[in-house]
């Protein structure tokens, strides 16, 4: 089997938080092994790797100077405008439902999607992805890169937000570049759990991978070898989406919090990916 070398059953987690009615969603104890013994290995494919996570980062539910940076919800019929424009112009004024202390840390909670906002007035705010402004992602990290100002082969998460502070008006003006804008709604969700994937479940540390749904159905189980500087092989369930997420790539969700964080930041390698079917 593929996955000897691995402990099925530690996909379990993962297996739960399917949709009813899925045949892997209610697998008896013990019977995770078994259950994917009955599925057939499709086509070994070469995937290119990132991770992804739930950040954890300050904020408040007012503005102030500490703050000054809102994250928005959805407002009614949407918003079509490039990022530039709804920045600039402050298209969304009236529809923020947190406040954020600079626009790296709202840019990098629309790249994950989802995050947890510790209030300063107290306790923990959770958001997740509530729509999009329609436009094409674009990844400013390449950007960089083509030009010269960062190397594809050491560029990181960190090193990017720190590359995006130095100088906030450069910094801005390269986040700009990438006109997509992603809204938020309020989650409500056990302290526990993950941020919701795109089958509208939990994700699930380790265990759950964004995939472009065209590549890889999503509910898919699937085996994953990725040749990082410390080898990833284990068994894997895709449930999520990503708008970067096209073609033959793969998003690992790290869990939530900083040392998550670098840890997807530091994803980014080839390997290869075999899914299980039926």
């Given at each position: 089997?593929?996955?000897?070398?691995?402990?099925?059953?530690?996909?379990?987690?993962?297996?739960?938080?399917?949709?009813?009615?899925?045949?892997?969603?209610?697998?008896?104890?013990?019977?995770?092994?078994?259950?994917?013994?009955?599925?057939?290995?499709?086509?070994?494919?070469?995937?290119?790797?990132?991770?992804?996570?739930?950040?954890?980062?300050?904020?408040?539910?007012?503005?102030?100077?500490?703050?000054?940076?809102p994250v928005h919800a959805e407002p009614p019929g949407g918003a079509g405008a490039p990022r530039a424009e709804i920045e600039g112009r402050d298209l969304l004024r009236g529809h923020e439902v947190a406040w954020l202390r600079d626009e790296v840390d709202r840019f990098f909670l629309q790249v994950q999607g989802s995050g947890r906002i510790r209030l300063v007035e107290g306790?923990?705010?959770?958001?997740?992805?509530?729509?999009?402004?329609?436009?094409?992602?674009?990844?400013?990290?390449?950007?960089?890169?083509?030009?010269?100002?960062m190397d594809a082969a050491t560029i990181t998460a960190e090193g990017l937000k720190d590359w995006l502070?130095?100088?906030?008006?450069?910094?801005?003006?390269l986040m700009r570049e990438n006109p997509s804008y992603v809204m938020?709604?309020?989650l409500r969700a056990r302290a526990e759990e993950g941020p919701p994937g795109a089958l509208g479940l939990p994700v699930t540390e380790g265990r759950t991978i964004a995939v472009d749904p065209e590549e890889i159905p999503l509910g898919t189980p699937c085996w994953i070898e990725v040749d990082?500087?410390?080898?990833?092989?284990?068994?894997?369930?895709?449930?999520?989406?990503?708008?970067?997420?096209?073609?033959?790539?793969?998003?690992?969700?790290?869990?939530?919090?900083?040392?998550?964080?670098?840890?997807?930041?530091?994803?980014?390698?080839g390997g290869r990916l075999v899914p299980l079917l039926p």
């Open positions: 089997m593929l996955w000897a070398e691995d402990d099925a059953e530690a996909l379990r987690p993962a297996l739960g938080n399917l949709p009813v009615g899925h045949p892997l969603r209610d697998v008896p104890a013990g019977g995770v092994a078994a259950a994917l013994a009955a599925l057939t290995p499709g086509r070994a494919r070469d995937v290119h790797f990132t991770g992804y996570f739930e950040p954890e980062i300050d904020g408040a539910l007012s503005r102030s100077d500490a703050f000054p940076v306790g923990v705010l959770r958001l997740t992805h509530a729509a999009k402004n329609g436009h094409a992602y674009v990844s400013i990290g390449k950007l960089l890169i083509a030009r010269g100002a502070r130095a100088d906030r008006a450069r910094g801005v003006a938020f709604r309020v990082a500087p410390t080898p990833i092989r284990r068994l894997v369930v895709a449930q999520d989406v990503g708008s970067a997420i096209k073609g033959a790539r793969a998003d690992l969700f790290y869990g939530t919090g900083a040392a998550a964080g670098v840890a997807a930041g530091a994803l980014n390698h």
